[in-house]
Structures are given as C-alpha cells and as structure tokens.
C-alpha cells in the first residue's frame, strides 16, 4: 500500500512497501526520510512562513525540544540514536544494581525497565530515572569516589528520531551568560554530557589544570564544541524565540474540548499527529525578526528556569540602583560604578548566587550588608552540603555569616556585616532601604547599590497560563524547588498534558549531574511508543499516511 510523505512540496512521494520488508526497515526508511527531507526543509529558516495557511503547513516534528541548555542537547543525543549499554568488563559497586545490570547486558538502558532497575536507589534528587542515571555515569560520586562509568556508548542510527531544538543563543543555553570570575558548583565531569570527557576536552584547551572545578565559561564553550563534534548541529536552531505553543486537539476522552473544533481542520495520522503548534520568530544577523509556525507531535520543555530572577515585589524595587543578577552587578563593578564608594552594597539571598557577590564585592573592597530570612543554623542551608576542602571561598562567607552578624549594640563593620532573620521592607529613591527583623525591629542604611538574588522563575510565557497549571501548585508560577511542574517520574511526561514533556531544573534537577536523567525517561517513553507505532503500522498493512 502506498504510504503518503508530508502534504505541500513534499508531496508525491510514494512508495510501495513489499510483504517481505520487515517492520524494522519499514520504519527506518521512513525515518531516513525524514532525517533527510526534514533536515532540507528547515535548513534555512523561517521554518514555515507566519502568513501560510495552518492546514497548508508542511512540517510536523516528531518532538521538537525548548531550550537548547544541557538538558536540550542530552535529549537530542539520545533521541539522535546514541545508546547506553553496560561496559563489559564494568562491575558496579552496588551489588544489587549490578546484578540487575546483568540480567539484562545485552539490552541498552534504554530499552530496559526504568522503574525496576531505580528501585532502592537513593541520590540528591527526587527523581529516581535522574537518581538511576547518574549512579551509572558517575558510581557512588556522593562517597568521595571518582569511579568509572559503567556504560559505553554506540550509535544507532535506525533509533534516530526526527527532532529540532530551539534556543535563543548558542547551544549551551544560560552558561554563555553567566558571570565568569566564578567557579562552578560542581565538578568538571559532573558538567560533561555523555561520550566527551570533559577533563579530555579542557585538557586540549589548556595546560594548567588546577584542581576539578572550572570556570562557567569553560563550560559554555564545552557544550557548544559538544554538539558539533556529536553531529548534532543539524538538529539546532539559535537565535529563535518562542511566542506561543498551543495544543490543536485533544483525545476524545480529554474533558477540555475547547480545542476540539479545530481537528477538523487537521488531518489526523495514526503515525504522526499534530498535536502542538509552535510559534515564533528567529532573529537574523540583520537584526530583524523573521516568523515562523511549526507543529510536533511532541514538545519537551528543557528550558531551565534563569529567565526571570525573581522578586520582592516591594515598593522601590524598579529603581536603577537595585540589580537582580550576578552579571548586572558584575558590570556595574566593571564599570568602576562602584569604585570608591563609601556606602555598603546591599545583598539579598542566601544561596550560592548571593555568595558570588558577596564575594564578588569583598574581593573588590565594597562594603556588604548581607541580608537573608533564615538563621545561620539552619540545616537547609546549602553551605552546609559543601565539603569545606572542596569549597573554601563558600564556607568562608558562611563563616562571616555566622561571625559578623549585626548587633544593636555596634555599628555596621567596615567590610561585611550580615543581617539573619530580616527581610527588606522598602527601597527609597534617596537609596536608602529599609530592613525589619524577625522581632519587628526596623533599621534604614544607605546604599552605593542592592542586588537581589533571591532565585529565579522560568519564561513559560508561550504556555497557557504561564505554564503554572503543569506544577504541583497549579496557582502558582513554575520553580525549581517550590513548585516544579508535575510529571510521571519515570518518562519525565507532564500529567496534565499528554504528548508535553519536561526536564532539567523544571523538574527540580538544578544539576547537570542529575538533568540527564530526564533525556533518558523521555526517550525511552518516545522510543517505546515508537516501537508500538511500528507494529500498529504493519498491522495495518502500511498505514493511512504521514502528516
């Protein structure tokens, strides 16, 4: 039976499919097709023209990834065919993980049982797939130990899956923009991807490698060699901006039918469905904005959540004097704006970002109030899950925390002086802020300039409303840790919306370390629907058609 290949200048592609092909070499034709026609089509963009009739629009996605971040690039080298097989001289350190690793060593990761093989597992995420996932690349990394992965990997090319990402920089996503006279977090190697190492790479690019932390910027330049040396480009779209991502109908069972209408104007596939369009614009090297209109079938969301420093949402906060991230303040130290200024910097937060600037304003002599709600006791504190060797420039600021705190009975000290347990009341325009204790106690200081680093939300503003309906807390915005968005943790699918799938700091893997996990649940979720699709189409004597 003829099958039927994209409607408009795709169109009139046919071929007739033999009873002896097997399924396998069905579906892989129709992939490389696909692969090639699809990779054309959108070789340049705008991907589809804004003005082109909905019904007249020629390219459908099978996935099309938001964010082209670490999260964004894992997913497009798994979905690209890459697989994770175990090593075969590789022994796990935990015996009962390895004995389960066994069982089934000639299958990839992928195609094993996801929730049986995390089961037991525990790690510094709640998601177990993220929890499973970093134990293989990265054994017992939480003991101290620097062990070897246990997997290697192989390229499959007939599991490649047609997919585009779309970021607004170069691959890499928030890295290229943050500030680089800091040190990461974590370890170089727990920021590599899979199939680079990471100390391989940076070796190559310099010859002094002191100590395992690097800087962001290594990092960025990291992820962006990444993609190129993975052959992954092709799969990359820079400089796009998302305005809205829409679902055009839903299953007939769904009890939101506000959409429904519109499937009629759709034609329906049993292979791939239109079920998302996407819609916006890329910014070419002129400046000017060019639209574009796209639809999927699926949409994962890999877009972290740096987009939007959050706020006090306090009188005076919109004055030029208050910044809200590292770089804008890193600017204005540049800059000389703060150079010889008498009054202190006010600084806002608690974690690690609030220390880069303490520190960042210690090291360039500027006096701080350190301002945060919690006690210096508190447990949650992150300064208290860092190894003091590992990390001495953070526990030093936890020690002035803890050491220099202020006393009604003294004056501010002349370098750092910390404020635990209040909160900023108001911002005046003669910059001056007010501060209040936990007791009530209020206290006013003027200021050479404040910075509030208090987190950040996610741009989910493509979304219906802002996305916050996919969160635990459906009346709340998306956060990394008070509200992330709500999904099935074993194939990262949101559960209040089929066929959407996020990962990364949206689901509350703030570390590179465990967001990789994610691109291992959506595509073995992606891959096992795929097989059934195979079966499906064969039972059906070739189908009724690719949209």
Not at 134 to 157: I, N, R
Not at 257 to 283: A, L, M, P, V
Not at 455 to 480: A, E, M, R, V
């Amino acid at each position: 039976m003829p099958v039927w290949c994209c409607r408009c200048s795709l169109a009139g592609h046919f071929r007739n499919y033999s009873d002896t092909e097997t399924e396998g070499e069905i579906f892989n034709s129709l992939v490389q097709y696909f692969g090639d026609n699809l990779g054309r089509k959108v070789k340049a963009m705008p991907l589809v023209e804004e003005n082109s009739l909905l019904e007249d629009s020629s390219v459908t996605f099978p996935v099309v990834i938001i964010g082209n971040g670490p999260s964004g690039i894992c997913l497009s080298y798994m979905l690209s065919g890459y697989r994770p097989y175990l090593s075969s001289e590789a022994i796990h350190p935990n015996t009962i993980l390895n004995s389960k690793l066994e069982e089934a060593r000639h299958l990839s990761i992928v195609d094993q049982d996801l929730e049986y093989l995390s089961e037991g597992l525990e790690g510094r995420s709640s998601n177990p797939v993220a929890v499973l996932f970093d134990t293989l690349l990265h054994p017992d990394a939480d003991f101290g130990y620097d062990y070897p992965s246990v997997l290697h990997w192989k390229l499959e090319q007939h599991h490649y899956i047609p997919h585009l990402v779309l970021g607004k920089g170069p691959p890499g996503g928030a890295w290229h923009n943050m500030e680089g006279s800091m040190l990461t977090i974590s370890f170089g190697s727990w920021m590599e991807l899979p199939g680079l190492k990471f100390k391989d790479w940076v070796s190559s690019k310099r010859r002094n490698l002191k100590g395992d932390r690097v800087m962001p910027e290594e990092i960025a330049r990291y992820y962006k060699h990444y993609v190129k040396v993975m052959g992954l480009q092709k799969n990359f779209r820079e400089n796009t901006y998302i305005t809205s991502v829409s679902r055009l109908y839903r299953d007939q069972d769904d009890d939101d039918s506000q959409d429904r209408d519109i499937s009629t104007k759709i034609e329906k596939s049993n292979f791939i469905k239109r079920n998302w369009e996407i819609r916006g614009y890329q910014r070419i090297a002129d400046g000017s904005h060019v639209p574009f209109c796209l639809f999927a079938e699926n949409v994962a969301l890999a877009t972290g959540t740096l987009d939007s420093p959050a706020h006090l949402e306090i009188e005076g906060e919109d004055f030029p004097f208050v910044f809200h991230s590292m770089p804008e303040f890193g600017a204005a130290i540049n800059k000389g704006k703060l150079r010889g200024k008498v009054d202190p910097v006010l600084i806002v937060g608690s974690g690690l970002t609030a220390a880069d600037a303490v520190l960042c304003a210690y090291n360039s002599n500027i006096p701080v109030i350190h301002v945060f709600r919690r006690r210096v006791t508190d447990p949650s504190l992150i300064f208290k899950q860092l190894p003091k060797k590992l990390y001495p420039e953070y526990h030093k600021v936890y020690h002035m925390m803890c050491t220099q705190s202020y006393s009604v009975d003294s004056n501010l000290l002349s370098d750092y002086t910390s404020f635990p347990e209040h909160h900023v009341l108001s911002f005046k325009s003669d910059m001056k802020c007010v501060l209040q204790s936990i007791s009530g106690l209020k206290k006013i200081f003027k200021l050479s300039a404040a910075v509030v680093l208090i987190g950040s939300h996610p741009n989910l503003s493509f979304l219906k409303d802002q996305g916050c309906y996919l969160g635990h807390k459906s009346s709340q915005p998306i956060t990394c840790k008070g509200n992330p968005v709500e999904i099935d943790t074993f194939t990262y699918e949101c559960i209040k919306e089929a066929n959407l799938f996020a990962l990364g700091p949206l689901v509350g893997d703030n570390f590179v370390r465990f967001l990789k996990g994610g691109a291992l649940g959506v595509t073995r979720c992606l891959a096992t629907r795929q097989k059934k699709k195979q079966h499906l189409f064969v039972e059906r004597g070739g189908g009724d058609g690719i949209a």
